[in-house]
């Protein structure tokens, strides 16, 4: 195996087992997850982590569900969940 920091190769370029304190990723060994992936601590792997999309536009201050000026109200903007994380590793965010 020419993979830095595995125990154990599928082939000399795929880790299936990397050395202790470190976390598999397609076939790598990595201190810790790249971006958007969670570690899965019992299995020492990378998973795919919560994935959302683009905030919306500010909605219209309202207060009492009655639409205000703009002092003394609340806007709010939300955004969608566009791939849930691998047994909820990672929560979402709000």
């Not at 703009?70 to 909820?88: C, H, M, N, S, Y």
Request: charged share 30%; proline share 4%.
């Amino acid at each position: 195996c020419r993979i830095e920091n595995c125990d154990s190769c599928f082939s000399r370029d795929f880790c299936t087992k990397c050395k202790s304190g470190f976390y598999s990723h397609r076939g790598r060994c990595f201190r810790g997850c790249p971006a958007g992936f969670a570690a899965l601590e019992e299995l020492m792997e990378c998973v795919e982590g919560c994935e959302v999309g683009q905030w919306s536009e500010w909605g219209t201050c309202s207060r009492n569900n009655k639409t205000c000026g703009f002092k003394w109200g609340l806007e709010t903007r939300t955004r969608q969940i566009v791939k849930k994380p691998a047994k909820d590793t990672i929560p979402c965010p709000t």
